[in-house]
């Protein structure tokens, strides 16, 4: 998990795959350097990729709120950094994970040292109620804010880290926050998939 970052423009990201980057798809900006910095704390810890290629939904995205299933994005890297650091699996969320408090998240925001140190967060639920389809968007409880775009929703099960969405949208309702929403459903994963296997 680290920052993904253009000039004068950040987001949060994480492996999704051997070089392969989840990220949210307003994170995208066209002909633009993008480069990928792994466990970035106010400096470069780890050594980090450039990003060649970015792997998009392919339908446009839709009007309304349910068009976030579609919020998300692949940047794809010049080098493979799974063999020093690992990448998480990415999955749908079923009816026994709601309700719960389950999930993490890791990102930068920006009002945290201005984005340049990481921030975790656990015990995040996702709501119940299904919006639009059984698998996504995922509405959550997670306290957010600009700079974590993208980051993971993610938990730990037998031995192994998942990935149900990336960080989208904040809900506001008179001017009060009360609901984050992460992309996520079955087009994510289908697209990480098509991702690893276009660009193994």
């Known amino acids: 998990m680290g920052r993904l970052t253009t000039p004068g423009y950040l987001c949060s990201g994480n492996l999704i795959g051997p070089r392969h980057v989840a990220a949210a798809r307003h994170c995208h900006i066209s002909d633009v350097p993008y480069y990928f910095a ?35 994005a692949a940047f794809v890297l010049n080098e493979r950094l799974e063999e020093r650091l690992g990448y998480l699996g990415a999955d749908v969320i079923d009816d026994a994970h709601r309700g ?4 993490y998240n890791y990102g930068y925001p920006g009002d945290l040292d201005g984005a340049s140190r990481p921030y975790r967060q656990q015990s995040i639920a996702v709501h119940r109620d299904t919006r639009c389809d059984a698998t996504g968007p995922l509405d959550t409880d997670a306290d957010m804010s600009q700079g974590q775009s993208g980051g993971s929703l993610w938990l730990e099960e037998g031995g192994n880290h998942w990935q149900y969405g990336v960080f989208s949208l ?3 309702m008179n001017g009060v926050y009360y609901m984050t929403s992460f992309a996520g459903g079955d087009g994510f994963v289908a697209g990480v998939v098509h991702a690893r296997e276009t660009w193994p």
Do not use: T
């Open 100 to 103: 719960k408090p389950l999930f």
């Open 38 to 72: 792994p466990a970035y704390n106010g400096r470069e810890v780890l050594p980090g990729a450039q990003v060649e290629a970015v792997v998009l939904p392919a339908a446009p995205l839709s009007e309304g709120a349910c068009g976030e299933s579609a919020e998300w």
């Open 170 to 172: 904040l809900w506001f």
